[in-house]
Nanobody, 119 residues
Framework: VQLVESGGGSVQVGGSLRLSCVASGDTISRYCMGWFRQIPDKEREGVAGIESDGSTSYADSVKGRFTISQDIFKNTLTLQMNSLKPEDTAMYYC???????????????WGQGTQVTVS
């Protein structure tokens, strides 16, 4: 499966962004999906995950601010990010086929990433 993210950019503190990840080559309903982020010299961090039944999981740092969702018909994964903070600044990656119910980065398919900058 191929994944392409979009929607990143620069935003002020307290603002919102909506990231999208369009999948091709297979249907996302087959996989557990996730959003991850990474800053230079740091390990990739799990942000949010979603299972095929719609169950979601979030990192404590984003609970109540970020929402992960999926549109099976559009084969698209989305991350709505509200009340953004400077510490949310990172490259954000979409991933498919990973450990369901876990924010471990042990996923098989990754997008190229989209940069989010909050200042």
């Amino acid at each position: 499966v191929q994944l392409v993210e979009s929607g990143g950019g620069s935003v002020q503190v307290g603002g919102s962004l909506r990231l999208s990840c369009v999948a091709s080559g297979d249907t996302i309903s087959r996989y557990c999906m996730g959003w991850f982020r990474q800053i230079p010299d740091k390990e990739r961090e799990g942000v949010a995950g979603i299972e095929s039944d719609g169950s979601t999981s979030y990192a404590d740092s984003v609970k109540g601010r970020f929402t992960i969702s999926q549109d099976i018909f559009k084969n698209t994964l989305t991350l709505q990010m509200n009340s953004l903070k400077p510490e949310d600044t990172a490259m954000y990656y979409c991933a498919a086929d990973g450990p369901c119910g876990s924010l471990s980065a042990d996923y098989n398919y990754w997008g190229q990433g989209t940069q989010v900058t909050v200042s």
